[in-house]
């Protein structure tokens, strides 16, 4: 029997202990937004790491809600990965759509069903409990680990750049492991090797100082949603294109591998069609379904509203009318250069149209072929049978860049929960087979890692060249 | 002293009786959207007309608020002018608005404050009392008078035009006389010849069965306000022009006359832009400014919603969205005709959107040298010293057509009220000046159509022909 062996047969008797303590941890509430629970569940999350585990964890404050970091290590001449995750959680509103409360933790068929238990408790918990059965079992861990827990994911990580830049010394790590988000929809796991950034805006149209009369002054005066319509239909045409001048100039494309991997990807365009009711796959109607969510930036109007709203109709021409809109990027794109674009595009186009900017989040990608990734493709198969899903980029933002930009580290996204894990909504929930084998592939994970040599902190995977040469 | 002098020696006389009077007929809500004081103010009127003109008269029902109709003559070879008004009101709402409540008359600074007292009452009341005056001074009218009032204008006119039709034989007449709307913003009397007409609509996006995560699906789910963006952009282009395929086809443009009338108009369009805010003049820009209100069709958005409208940012693509919108139609174009076209358009450039027709008004335009203004432009000219404006058509819509369409009769708003009368917004008034002037005027008309010999119904003003010709 193998170390490794050995740790998974432990797992597997402790099963329904673990599930009881998962209960216990996501009992707690922590909702960050509404500064809900906070200090008790930081304090519950030390303690767990610090009374199994043979680590010392830290509580460290930041401008907001504190950090937690622990540090087994350093064995010389082993790799140090980084775990990230986060103890805050979502609002769980609206109450009476739980069928059982969100913080009175609930098993029907299968599932344990309480607010955070998906997004993200039991991901970095299962973490912990990998890393508690290595000790348990073997009274050492294999390799070197960094656990760190931020309370602010679910809010924006406003704090979590400065952090991560102050604490860069106790962060040294060869590689960071987020086990966030589902698995892939079709259940066959997958590892993300970056996600899209983000921007969003707002467009204010003012065309005069009170609504008027459409027929007494219908051709004279100026309609602040006709001037929004008109500015919104030089961002992006018909036909779906962005046409934003210079938006699309940093964009990398995708490299050989990214491609052939992308390829690869089983769709099921009608799983998602039936998921959300829509008809037609939104233009341009020539694109890959994984290419519309890695390498194609977006714009996206969240919210348009001017003029009159209720039953009937009112002859008014709104003097006033915003837009809220959103951009994902890709590979390559600056939050700030895109700004500056759609900034300038707003001005050439509609000088009268206020822009406001709102928030920025970079992209974040590394490379495919990054030789960190084997370990997390071997830990897989070793527990699974079969090599995990490779996907370049999620469609959505997570503060990646953080740990891949800012300390410059290959970043993967391992995650662990079901697809249908109802993240940020009612009834979320894991899947207790999800649960068990995120145990399995962590704790494989860092058998993987026991097996290897440290490599030499010039591997080109950190080259950030590299990134952009596709 | 001329018959005419001697009944505008009487009404001077009379001025204060008549203040108070208008100030007792106005304090009687009538409030048709909310079915308040309907019976009461339409009996209250019946009694004004049948009291001292020496008329009786009836109340007739509708489908909804009934009609009071009063008729002297006929006198053989005497014109008849039917003088159209409304005895309902708008809803006063909001109160505290209000300097002095609105069903307690009050004069200020030469004005008296109620709702509906320039919308209409006092307008219509100015006939009934020159009619009063004739009658009382010479016991006899100089020519065939229709007095007809209904109880809905201010909700439509639901009702009006089947009015008409029934009675057709009762309202025969040479032609109509509506005074509503206000004198010219340069305190000139104004005769307007017609006004523009009307049709709402609505358009429905939706883009699937619900929101969704703009990271997670942003590229793959369409966007129901893009939808509408879209579409809304080949209605009408950046540059002000509609660009609906056939909605120019019917649009008669200005006659000789009407064009050098309209070109007579003093134009103000500095105290315009002060009074509703704007800085451009809406495009297209090389339009003169009563062309924009009179001789072209409109489209404005009077509303747009869908999406997120709450503070910060939001990241959703929303499946739904609506718009709400008028056109003001201009001479030859058809309410039926319009929305077909507007309903084609759409169903060819975003089929997936739905088309909701709402309301639609025709048009109305009595040719600009129908013989019957002359009798109008007199009795200016001999209350007020010079001749009135002469405006081809009005931006707003009123129900005209169902004279001038319908009976086929020369149609002529003759308005009495202040510029500023505050129709349909708190604080309501008429000076009264403009009311006194109203009385007069009304009784010089009078006295102009007596000393004429009634025009056979062959006359070319009548021939539809005519306004078609340009
Ligand atoms: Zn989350
Ligand atoms: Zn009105």
Aim: with cysteine; aromatic share 8%.
């Amino acid at each position: 029997m193998s170390d490794l062996e050995a740790v998974l047969a432990h797992v597997d008797v402790q099963a329904h202990d673990y599930v009881a303590r998962l209960m216990e941890y996501v009992r707690q509430p922590s909702i960050s937004a509404q500064r809900i629970g906070m200090d008790e569940a930081a304090m519950l999350a030390c303690d767990i790491i610090s009374e199994r585990l043979g680590m010392e964890a830290e509580l460290l404050p930041t401008a907001g809600f504190p950090c937690i970091l622990a540090r087994h290590g350093p064995i010389p001449d082993k790799p140090t990965v980084l775990i990230y995750g986060h103890y805050d959680v979502q609002p769980p509103e609206p109450y009476e759509a739980w069928l059982s409360p969100p913080f009175e933790p609930t098993i029907r068929n299968g599932r344990v069903y309480a607010r955070g238990v998906g997004d993200n408790k039991a991901q970095h918990f299962a973490h912990i409990l990998a890393l508690e059965a290595w000790h348990t079992v073997h009274g050492s861990f294999p390799c070197n680990v960094i656990l760190m827990l931020e309370g602010e994911e679910e809010v924006g990580s406003p704090n979590l750049a400065g952090f991560v830049r102050e604490h860069r010394e106790r962060l040294a790590a060869d590689f960071v492991v987020i086990s966030d988000g589902h698995l892939h929809e079709s259940g066959q796991p997958v590892i993300c090797f970056g996600n899209r950034g983000f921007v969003s805006f707002e467009l204010h149209a003012r065309t005069g100082s009170r609504d008027a009369h459409s027929g007494n002054f219908g051709g004279v005066m100026p309609n602040a949603i006709w001037s929004l319509v008109h500015l919104l239909g030089t961002m992006k045409n018909a036909d779906g294109y962005i046409t934003i001048a210079g938006l699309h100039d940093q964009v990398v494309p995708p490299s050989n591998r990214e491609r052939a991997a992308t390829d690869a990807l089983p769709v099921d365009l009608g799983a998602v069609q039936s998921t959300l009711g829509f008809r037609a796959i939104d233009r341009p109607e020539d694109r890959p379904y994984y290419d519309r969510l890695m390498f194609h930036p977006t714009l996206t109007i969240n919210g348009l509203h001017g003029g009159y709203e209720g039953e009937g109709s009112k002859a008014v021409i709104p003097a006033t009318a915003f837009a809220k809109c959103d951009m994902r990027l890709v590979s390559g794109q600056t939050p700030e250069y895109v700004m500056r674009c759609v900034a300038d595009h707003v001005h050439a186009f509609a000088p009268d149209v206020e822009f406001r900017p709102l928030q920025g989040t970079p992209p974040a990608r590394t490379p495919i072929d990054s030789p960190y990734a084997t370990y997390l493709i071997e830990a897989v198969r070793a527990v699974c049978g079969s090599k995990p899903l490779i996907q370049a980029s999620l469609g959505a933002t997570l503060p990646t860049h953080v740990f891949s930009t800012i300390l410059g580290l290959p970043t993967f996204l391992l995650p662990f929960a079901n697809a249908d894990e109802a993240n940020h909504a009612p009834n979320e929930n894991i899947s207790i087979d999800c649960f068990m084998s995120g145990i399995r592939i962590s704790a494989a994970l860092f058998a993987a890692l026991g097996r290897s040599i440290r490599m030499t902190r010039k591997d080109p995977s950190h080259d950030p060249d590299n990134l952009r040469s596709g």
